[in-house]
């Protein structure tokens, strides 16, 4: 039975979605064809009709991973965000959590496209960090470096924390420390 257009649209973005939680949660390398497939309900075979080859797939999961890190944080500011961002909900939920804590190892070692799209994910965040950005780019160039300090740091706390066993008290002493020195800065 042949399908729609829009319900192939649909499908795709299915599989997209789920692809980005299947990597958030496994890393690129930890989710095979097969069972991303049948993790979105459809089979193995049907995967090229949607994608040339997993890295086509892996730079749009990528980029829907990004967009919903950007949603979550659309309406906060820098001390909003690190709240949210250095949490152990977010810490314990890393399918439904942010991509560059989950994947900055794994896209380093990615090609190109993969690692275009996650610079292209960081810069949106920076710019929705920085809405106020101004002609004045002392003021921006200034306001950028904070924004990157502050996200560097966090996403490494995020890190280390998920690398702690979860009931660790050092797990959230590296979110705890981290929230107060951002706040610092």
Not at 54 to 71: I, N, P, R
Not at 113 to 119: G, S
Request: proline share 3%; charged share 25%.
């Amino acid at each position: 039975m042949k399908i729609t257009k829009a319900q192939a649209q649909a499908n795709r973005a299915h599989i997209v979605e789920t692809a980005s939680k299947l990597f958030r949660e496994h890393g690129y390398d930890g989710v095979g064809v097969a069972d991303l497939m049948a993790a979105a309900g459809f089979t193995h075979g049907g995967f090229y009709k949607h994608f040339d080859s997993k890295a086509d797939l892996m730079a749009e999961a990528t980029v829907c991973g990004f967009s919903q890190t950007v949603a979550m944080i659309e309406d906060s500011d820098l001390a909003g965000f690190v709240q949210q961002y250095l949490s152990r909900q977010h810490r314990d939920a890393p399918g439904e959590g942010c991509t560059m804590a989950a994947l900055s190892a794994d896209a380093a070692r990615q090609p190109k496209p993969v690692r275009e799209v996650f610079a292209a994910g960081l810069e949106r965040l920076l710019a929705v960090l920085n809405p106020d950005a101004t002609e004045d780019m002392a003021l921006s160039r200034e306001t950028r470096a904070k924004n990157i300090n502050a996200i560097a740091l966090a996403v490494g706390a995020l890190m280390l924390s998920r690398a702690c066993p979860d009931d660790s008290p050092l797990a959230d002493e590296i979110l705890e420390t981290c929230r107060e020195k951002i706040s610092s800065l």
